[in-house]
T-cell receptor, first 119, second 112 residues
C-alpha cells in the first residue's frame, strides 16, 4: 500500500528556534499534500494545502510566516515552524494525495505524525 | 457551529459489544465520508469510505450515511480490545481531493 513517511517523529526545540518537518510519499507521486495540526484529545485541524511548484494555500487563521511550507518535488513537502514558541507545541500530521488515485477523494495517505515540543 | 460534530466520548464497552459511533455535519456540499482509526501518537489510518447514502460493510465494520439528515455512523460488531483507539469521521467536498474536514474523534475503549 501507499506509504507516507514523516520525519522526525518527535522533536524538542528551544523557544525562538525553527524546526523543519518533512513529509515524503515513498511509492507514489503527490502533487498535493496537506498539513494538519492536532492538539491532545482534539481533532485534526487542516492548516494548509501544499502544491508542488506553487504556493501553499493556508486555512483561515493560520499564520503563513509562522508555518512555512515548501513542496519542491512530487514526493516531498516540508513544514517549517519558524521562531517556535511553547504554544506551537502540538502533533503535526501530513497527508499526501496519490496522483494516480481515482476520482474518489480518499486517495490521501497519512504520515505517522511529528510531536513537537517547544521548551 | 462546527462543520462536523462528533461526540468525543470516551466510550467504554465490553468485548464483543456492538459499538455505534456517529457524526453530524452542516455542509451539504460534503460528498465523501470516511472513518479513520487513530492509535495514540500515530497518524490516522483509513477504515471505511463511502460517497452515497446507505450502508457499506467491510468485515466487522459497517458505515452508514444519511445525507438527508446529514448524519453518518460507524458500527463495529464483535468489538475487540484491539479496536481500542480514537475514531475520527472525516468528510470532503467533491473535487477537493484529499482535503478533509475531521470530527473531533471518539475515544473508544474495549474491555476484555
Amino acid at each position: 500500500g501507499a506509504v507516507v513517511s514523516q520525519h522526525p517523529s518527535r522533536v524538542i526545540c528551544k523557544s525562538g528556534t525553527s524546526v523543519k518537518i518533512e513529509c515524503r510519499s515513498l511509492d507514489f507521486q503527490a502533487t498535493t499534500m496537506f498539513w494538519y495540526r492536532q492538539f491532545p484529545k482534539k481533532s485534526l485541524m487542516l492548516m494548509a494545502t501544499s502544491n508542488e511548484g506553487s504556493k501553499a494555500t493556508y486555512e483561515q487563521g493560520v499564520e503563513k510566516d509562522k508555518f512555512l511550507i515548501n513542496h519542491a518535488s512530487l514526493t516531498l513537502s516540508t513544514l517549517t515552524v519558524t521562531s517556535a514558541h511553547p504554544e506551537d507545541s502540538s502533533f503535526y500530521i501530513c497527508s499526501a494525495r496519490d496522483d494516480g488515485g481515482g476520482p474518489i477523494n480518499t486517495e490521501a495517505f497519512f504520515g505517522q505524525g511529528t510531536r513537537l515540543t517547544v521548551v | 457551529q462546527k462543520e462536523v460534530e462528533q461526540d468525543p466520548g470516551p466510550l467504554s464497552v465490553p468485548e464483543g459489544a456492538i459499538v455505534s459511533l456517529n457524526c453530524t455535519y452542516s455542509n451539504s456540499a460534503f460528498q465523501y465520508f470516511m472513518w479513520y482509526r487513530q492509535y495514540s501518537r500515530k497518524g490516522p489510518e483509513l477504515l471505511m469510505y463511502t460517497y452515497s447514502s446507505g450502508n457499506k460493510e467491510d468485515g466487522r465494520f459497517t458505515a452508514q450515511v444519511d445525507k438527508s439528515s446529514k448524519y453518518i455512523s460507524l458500527f463495529i460488531r464483535d468489538s475487540q480490545p484491539s479496536d481500542s483507539a480514537t475514531y475520527l469521521c472525516a468528510m470532503s467536498v467533491y473535487n477537493q481531493g484529499g482535503k478533509l474536514i475531521f470530527g473531533q474523534g471518539t475515544e473508544l475503549s474495549v474491555k476484555p
